[in-house]
Protein backbone atom coordinates (compact mmCIF):
# COMPACT_ATOMS: atom_id res chain seq x y z
CA UNK A 1 0.00 0.00 0.00
CA UNK A 2 1.35 3.23 -1.23
CA UNK A 3 1.00 6.26 1.20
CA UNK A 4 1.04 9.95 0.25
CA UNK A 5 3.38 12.31 1.75
CA UNK A 6 1.83 15.36 2.94
CA UNK A 7 4.30 18.39 3.17
CA UNK A 8 4.19 20.76 5.82
CA UNK A 9 3.74 24.39 4.97
CA UNK A 10 5.18 26.08 7.95
CA UNK A 11 8.80 25.04 6.23
CA UNK A 12 11.20 26.32 4.07
CA UNK A 13 10.25 22.98 1.47
CA UNK A 14 7.20 25.21 0.38
CA UNK A 15 9.50 27.57 -1.59
CA UNK A 16 11.08 24.59 -3.26
CA UNK A 17 8.71 24.28 -6.47
CA UNK A 18 9.69 28.00 -6.88
CA UNK A 19 12.97 26.67 -7.72
CA UNK A 20 11.88 24.70 -10.51
CA UNK A 21 9.86 27.25 -12.46
CA UNK A 22 13.30 29.54 -12.88
CA UNK A 23 14.34 29.65 -16.46
CA UNK A 24 17.52 28.25 -17.29
CA UNK A 25 19.78 31.92 -17.22
CA UNK A 26 18.27 32.96 -14.24
CA UNK A 27 19.22 29.43 -12.01
CA UNK A 28 22.85 30.04 -13.52
CA UNK A 29 23.22 32.96 -11.29
CA UNK A 30 22.27 30.72 -8.20
CA UNK A 31 24.80 29.00 -6.48
CA UNK A 32 23.13 26.98 -4.18
CA UNK A 33 19.59 26.54 -6.05
CA UNK A 34 21.53 25.50 -9.14
CA UNK A 35 23.13 22.06 -7.13
CA UNK A 36 19.66 21.36 -6.47
CA UNK A 37 18.98 17.82 -7.56
CA UNK A 38 15.78 17.45 -10.19
CA UNK A 39 14.23 14.52 -9.40
CA UNK A 40 13.01 14.41 -6.00
CA UNK A 41 14.01 10.79 -5.00
CA UNK A 42 17.41 12.18 -4.37
CA UNK A 43 16.18 14.66 -1.31
CA UNK A 44 16.15 11.39 0.70
CA UNK A 45 19.52 12.27 1.62
CA UNK A 46 20.30 14.38 4.54
CA UNK A 47 22.75 16.51 2.69
CA UNK A 48 19.95 18.03 0.96
CA UNK A 49 17.14 18.95 3.28
CA UNK A 50 20.32 20.51 5.55
CA UNK A 51 20.66 22.78 2.37
CA UNK A 52 17.03 23.26 2.08
CA UNK A 53 16.93 24.78 5.80
CA UNK A 54 19.59 26.91 4.94
CA UNK A 55 19.43 30.80 4.72
CA UNK A 56 21.55 30.94 1.59
CA UNK A 57 18.58 29.00 0.33
CA UNK A 58 15.77 31.38 1.11
CA UNK A 59 17.97 34.16 0.18
CA UNK A 60 18.61 32.77 -3.89
CA UNK A 61 14.90 31.97 -4.19
CA UNK A 62 13.79 35.14 -2.98
CA UNK A 63 15.88 37.08 -5.35
CA UNK A 64 15.61 34.83 -7.95
CA UNK A 65 11.46 35.11 -7.74
CA UNK A 66 12.09 38.96 -7.12
CA UNK A 67 13.86 39.17 -10.41
CA UNK A 68 10.77 37.38 -11.99
CA UNK A 69 8.37 39.12 -10.63
CA UNK A 70 9.60 42.79 -10.61
CA UNK A 71 8.59 43.62 -14.39
CA UNK A 72 5.09 42.84 -14.16
CA UNK A 73 4.56 45.83 -11.70
CA UNK A 74 4.72 47.67 -15.18
CA UNK A 75 7.80 49.77 -14.16
CA UNK A 76 10.21 48.55 -17.04
CA UNK A 77 13.10 47.20 -17.23
CA UNK A 78 14.68 44.55 -14.27
CA UNK A 79 14.17 44.57 -10.98
CA UNK A 80 18.43 45.51 -11.02
CA UNK A 81 17.70 48.66 -12.77
CA UNK A 82 16.37 50.15 -9.64
CA UNK A 83 18.05 50.79 -6.45
CA UNK A 84 16.80 49.02 -3.27
CA UNK A 85 14.91 52.20 -1.84
CA UNK A 86 12.37 51.80 -4.56
CA UNK A 87 8.94 50.44 -3.17
CA UNK A 88 8.28 48.00 -6.00
CA UNK A 89 11.56 46.84 -5.23
CA UNK A 90 10.58 45.43 -1.64
CA UNK A 91 7.01 44.42 -2.89
CA UNK A 92 8.99 41.48 -5.09
CA UNK A 93 9.90 40.22 -2.15
CA UNK A 94 6.62 38.90 -0.82
CA UNK A 95 7.97 35.21 -1.04
CA UNK A 96 5.27 33.61 0.40
CA UNK A 97 2.76 35.14 -1.77
CA UNK A 98 4.28 34.29 -5.15
CA UNK A 99 5.04 30.76 -3.72
CA UNK A 100 0.80 30.74 -2.77
CA UNK A 101 -0.07 32.37 -6.55
CA UNK A 102 1.67 30.03 -8.64
CA UNK A 103 0.21 27.22 -6.63
CA UNK A 104 -3.38 28.85 -7.25
CA UNK A 105 -2.33 29.52 -10.75
CA UNK A 106 -0.76 26.78 -11.90
CA UNK A 107 -1.57 24.11 -9.29
CA UNK A 108 2.75 23.72 -9.35
CA UNK A 109 2.60 23.63 -5.39
CA UNK A 110 4.71 21.70 -2.45
CA UNK A 111 2.06 18.36 -3.04
CA UNK A 112 2.25 18.57 -7.17
CA UNK A 113 6.18 18.68 -6.52
CA UNK A 114 6.39 15.19 -4.00
CA UNK A 115 3.51 13.22 -5.89
CA UNK A 116 6.35 13.15 -8.58
CA UNK A 117 7.57 9.88 -9.43
CA UNK A 118 11.41 9.02 -7.02
CA UNK A 119 13.11 9.38 -10.78
CA UNK A 120 11.43 11.72 -12.98
CA UNK A 121 13.91 13.81 -13.87
CA UNK A 122 12.11 17.95 -13.47
CA UNK A 123 12.59 19.88 -16.98
CA UNK A 124 12.90 23.65 -17.60
CA UNK A 125 9.34 25.12 -18.06
CA UNK A 126 8.55 26.83 -21.41
CA UNK A 127 10.40 30.82 -20.43
CA UNK A 128 7.16 32.48 -21.53
CA UNK A 129 4.86 30.03 -19.84
CA UNK A 130 6.41 30.86 -16.56
CA UNK A 131 6.35 34.34 -17.45
CA UNK A 132 2.79 34.63 -18.22
CA UNK A 133 1.74 32.51 -15.02
CA UNK A 134 3.79 34.86 -12.68
CA UNK A 135 2.00 38.16 -14.61
CA UNK A 136 -1.17 36.69 -13.57
CA UNK A 137 -0.02 36.22 -10.27
CA UNK A 138 1.09 39.21 -9.80
CA UNK A 139 -1.76 40.95 -11.03
CA UNK A 140 -4.23 39.19 -9.19
CA UNK A 141 -2.16 39.62 -6.05
CA UNK A 142 -1.19 43.50 -6.79
CA UNK A 143 -5.29 43.54 -6.50
CA UNK A 144 -5.90 41.06 -3.53
CA UNK A 145 -3.35 43.15 -1.82
CA UNK A 146 -4.66 46.29 -2.56
CA UNK A 147 -1.10 47.66 -3.84
CA UNK A 148 -2.57 49.60 -6.68
CA UNK A 149 -3.50 52.99 -5.14
CA UNK A 150 0.22 53.20 -3.78
CA UNK A 151 1.65 51.80 -7.28
CA UNK A 152 -0.18 54.62 -8.86
CA UNK A 153 1.50 57.32 -6.48
CA UNK A 154 4.74 56.09 -6.76
CA UNK A 155 4.47 56.12 -10.83
CA UNK A 156 2.98 60.10 -10.99
CA UNK A 157 5.57 61.29 -7.94
CA UNK A 158 9.21 59.41 -9.18
CA UNK A 159 11.41 60.46 -6.58
CA UNK A 160 15.56 60.44 -7.97
CA UNK A 161 16.94 59.87 -5.04
CA UNK A 162 14.57 56.81 -4.30
CA UNK A 163 15.29 55.03 -7.12
CA UNK A 164 17.19 55.17 -10.84
CA UNK A 165 15.81 53.93 -14.10
CA UNK A 166 18.40 51.86 -15.94
CA UNK A 167 15.72 51.47 -19.06
CA UNK A 168 17.60 52.05 -22.06
CA UNK A 169 19.23 49.35 -24.89
CA UNK A 170 22.72 50.08 -23.67
CA UNK A 171 21.88 48.59 -19.78
CA UNK A 172 19.79 46.24 -21.17
CA UNK A 173 23.13 45.11 -23.48
CA UNK A 174 25.17 45.20 -20.02
CA UNK A 175 23.16 43.19 -18.02
CA UNK A 176 22.74 40.43 -20.76
CA UNK A 177 26.62 40.03 -20.88
CA UNK A 178 26.58 40.79 -16.87
CA UNK A 179 24.49 37.51 -16.37
CA UNK A 180 25.28 35.74 -19.74
CA UNK A 181 21.49 35.45 -20.58
CA UNK A 182 22.50 34.14 -24.08
CA UNK A 183 22.13 30.39 -24.09
CA UNK A 184 20.16 29.16 -26.94
CA UNK A 185 19.33 25.70 -27.08
CA UNK A 186 17.61 24.98 -23.43
CA UNK A 187 14.90 22.62 -23.51
CA UNK A 188 11.86 23.50 -22.54
CA UNK A 189 8.30 22.57 -21.48
CA UNK A 190 5.19 23.81 -20.17
CA UNK A 191 3.89 23.03 -16.58
CA UNK A 192 0.94 20.91 -17.86
CA UNK A 193 3.02 18.83 -19.36
CA UNK A 194 5.33 18.17 -16.97
CA UNK A 195 2.30 17.06 -14.66
CA UNK A 196 0.50 15.36 -17.11
CA UNK A 197 2.73 13.59 -19.90
CA UNK A 198 5.29 12.30 -17.41
CA UNK A 199 6.40 9.28 -20.06
CA UNK A 200 7.02 11.98 -22.85
CA UNK A 201 10.71 12.11 -24.46
CA UNK A 202 10.63 15.93 -24.00
CA UNK A 203 11.07 15.97 -20.19
CA UNK A 204 15.27 15.39 -20.60
CA UNK A 205 17.17 18.16 -19.75
CA UNK A 206 19.78 20.12 -21.83
CA UNK A 207 23.00 20.62 -20.81
CA UNK A 208 23.86 23.79 -18.41
CA UNK A 209 26.87 24.53 -20.24
CA UNK A 210 25.25 24.71 -23.93
CA UNK A 211 25.47 27.65 -25.57
CA UNK A 212 27.44 30.45 -28.21
CA UNK A 213 30.83 29.08 -26.94
CA UNK A 214 32.80 31.56 -29.25
CA UNK A 215 30.68 34.49 -28.20
CA UNK A 216 31.20 33.30 -24.30
CA UNK A 217 34.43 33.22 -24.66
CA UNK A 218 34.67 36.96 -26.24
CA UNK A 219 32.04 38.28 -23.52
CA UNK A 220 34.46 36.95 -20.79
CA UNK A 221 37.79 38.06 -21.74
CA UNK A 222 36.26 41.78 -22.46
CA UNK A 223 34.70 41.53 -18.77
CA UNK A 224 38.06 40.27 -16.95
CA UNK A 225 39.66 43.36 -18.96
CA UNK A 226 36.98 45.39 -17.35
CA UNK A 227 37.36 43.35 -13.78
CA UNK A 228 40.95 44.30 -13.62
CA UNK A 229 39.53 48.16 -13.14
CA UNK A 230 38.18 47.43 -10.18
CA UNK A 231 39.73 48.51 -6.83
CA UNK A 232 39.85 45.52 -4.31
CA UNK A 233 36.01 46.11 -2.43
CA UNK A 234 34.33 46.62 -5.74
CA UNK A 235 35.38 43.47 -7.49
CA UNK A 236 34.60 41.47 -4.05
CA UNK A 237 30.92 43.27 -4.40
CA UNK A 238 30.94 41.79 -7.98
CA UNK A 239 32.15 38.40 -7.53
CA UNK A 240 29.73 37.60 -4.66
CA UNK A 241 27.01 39.35 -6.42
CA UNK A 242 27.54 37.20 -9.76
CA UNK A 243 27.90 33.98 -7.00
CA UNK A 244 24.48 35.01 -6.26
CA UNK A 245 24.75 36.60 -2.74
CA UNK A 246 22.18 39.39 -1.77
CA UNK A 247 22.57 42.37 -1.11
CA UNK A 248 22.20 42.63 2.77
CA UNK A 249 24.68 39.40 2.81
CA UNK A 250 27.28 41.30 0.99
CA UNK A 251 26.86 43.90 2.91
CA UNK A 252 27.56 41.68 6.06
CA UNK A 253 30.28 39.63 4.69
CA UNK A 254 32.31 43.14 3.84
CA UNK A 255 31.78 45.13 6.33
CA UNK A 256 29.00 47.68 5.90
CA UNK A 257 26.60 48.90 8.00
CA UNK A 258 23.21 48.80 5.55
CA UNK A 259 22.93 46.88 2.48
CA UNK A 260 21.97 50.08 0.97
CA UNK A 261 25.76 51.12 0.72
CA UNK A 262 26.09 47.80 -1.42
CA UNK A 263 23.19 48.69 -3.99
CA UNK A 264 25.03 52.53 -4.29
CA UNK A 265 28.71 50.11 -5.08
CA UNK A 266 26.86 48.20 -7.50
CA UNK A 267 25.39 51.04 -9.23
CA UNK A 268 28.96 53.05 -9.70
CA UNK A 269 29.91 49.29 -11.01
CA UNK A 270 27.02 49.03 -13.63
CA UNK A 271 27.82 53.04 -14.69
CA UNK A 272 31.75 52.10 -14.70
CA UNK A 273 30.87 49.20 -17.48
CA UNK A 274 29.05 51.03 -19.39
CA UNK A 275 31.38 53.86 -19.36
CA UNK A 276 34.35 51.25 -20.33
CA UNK A 277 32.41 49.80 -22.86
CA UNK A 278 31.30 52.87 -24.57
CA UNK A 279 35.35 53.91 -24.70
CA UNK A 280 36.33 51.00 -25.82
CA UNK A 281 33.91 50.68 -28.68
CA UNK A 282 31.55 48.20 -27.97
Not at 39 to 50: C, I, T
Not at 85 to 104: D, Q, T, V
Not at 139 to 157: A, N
Not at 195 to 213: K, Q
Amino acid sequence: MSVTYRLPYDTPLRYLPLVYILPHDLLLRCPTLRKLPRRMGAFNDPEWQEVLGSQQFQNEIMDAMAALVFPHFGFGGWKEHYTGYFPAWYLSYALPLWAKGIERERGWGPQALFDLPPDFEIPFFDPEDVKASIGAVVRRTIEEQGWGPMLDVVREMPCAEDFEPWDTNVRKDFLRKWYHTRSKKVKTVSLEECMEDEDSGIHAVADPAAGDFAEQVAGEDFCQRFKATLSPKDMAILELRVEGYGYQEIADKLGYKTHSAVVKRMEAIKRRFIQYEEEAGR
